[in-house]
């Protein structure tokens, strides 16, 4: 069963940005990185433009050799994207992470619209949902 551990989270600086586009993001596109690093750690976010924040943490799993699976549930209050109209408070994917490595998950504000302050929550599982972390910010 895949575990989760050494985890860290806040404020951080993503390297090796790329902008794919996904019809299912508000946006209309996601970001991806190569790497995210925790530069002020804790569950306190400013809403600004150009922040990122997010989850750093290890996957282990004894089953299997080089990835891991797991579930991201991301929750946060009401955002409109107002050219679409379109509405969100949240995603949820499944995702392949590195076996026994480093893994990252972050959100960064491109938008006014995107700067929803409030709880927002990064909720790992495992495929068959049991609950593995729970991190909670406060943007505000």
């Known amino acids: 069963m895949t575990r989760i551990s050494d985890i860290t989270f806040g404020i951080g600086i993503v390297d090796g940005v790329t902008e794919n586009s996904d019809s299912d993001s508000l946006s209309g596109h996601i970001l991806e990185a190569k790497q995210f690093r925790v530069t002020s750690e804790g569950p306190v976010v400013r809403s600004q433009i150009g922040l990122s924040f997010g989850v750093r ?3 282990t799993d004894p089953e299997l050799k080089k990835i891991a699976y797991f ?3 991301v929750t946060h209050p009401l955002m409109t ?12 994917e ?3 992470g590195s076996n026994n490595d480093w893994n990252f998950t972050f959100y960064t504000f ?3 619209w995107e700067l929803a302050t409030g709880e927002w929550t990064f ?17 505000s």
């Open 81 to 92: 994207n107002p050219k679409t109209k379109l509405t969100s408070t949240g995603w949820s």
């Open 94 to 96: 499944d995702k392949l």
């Open 57 to 59: 943490f290890r996957l």
């Open 110 to 112: 491109e938008y006014e």
């Open 123 to 139: 909720e790992f599982l495992t495929l068959d949902d049991h609950p593995l972390a729970k991190i909670t910010f406060e943007v």
């Open 71 to 73: 579930q991201e549930v």
